[in-house]
């Protein structure tokens, strides 16, 4: 059974940064294709960054490319989100989402192709 824990939301001024984190079951990672969306309220889910995690290439979005990075520690199954100069707008909840290898890692991102899901970290940009 696939696991995904988040952590490392909260608020911050605008201009600030945050990390997220994303720790998967060990039986899962390797292999893995792991991004992060976000969702805003009335708003659809958004992708942000996607890692394949055997060849640590990374996918973000041209808007997302000069304020968010993705990098990993396969010691600890983990991804991390770095979030940087953020604004009011980048105000959502942010989630973390594995699809096995071959199913997710391109651009577009989208949510249908990620079968398995963290629960959310929340991020708040005031301004």
């Known amino acids: 059974q696939v696991q995904l824990v988040e952590s490392g939301g909260g608020s911050v001024q605008a201009g600030g940064s945050l990390r997220l984190t994303c720790t998967a079951s060990?039986?899962?990672?390797?292999?893995?294709?792991i991004a992060w969306f976000r969702q805003a309220p009335d708003k659809e889910r958004e992708g942000v960054a996607a890692?394949?995690?055997?060849?640590?290439?990374?996918y973000t979005p041209v808007s997302m490319r000069d304020r968010f990075t993705l990098s990993q520690d396969n010691a600890k199954n983990t991804v991390y989100l770095q979030m940087n100069s953020l604004q009011p707008d980048d105000t959502a909840t942010y989630y973390c989402?594995?699809?096995?290898?071959?199913?997710?890692?391109?651009?577009?991102?989208?949510?249908?192709?990620?079968?398995?899901w963290g629960q959310g970290a929340q991020v708040t940009v005031s301004s």
């Open positions: 989402a594995l699809a096995p290898l071959g199913h997710g890692c391109w651009l577009p991102l989208k949510p249908e192709r990620f079968a398995s």
């Open positions: 890692i394949m995690i055997n060849r640590g290439t990374t």
């Open positions: 060990a039986n899962t990672y390797s292999g893995a294709c």
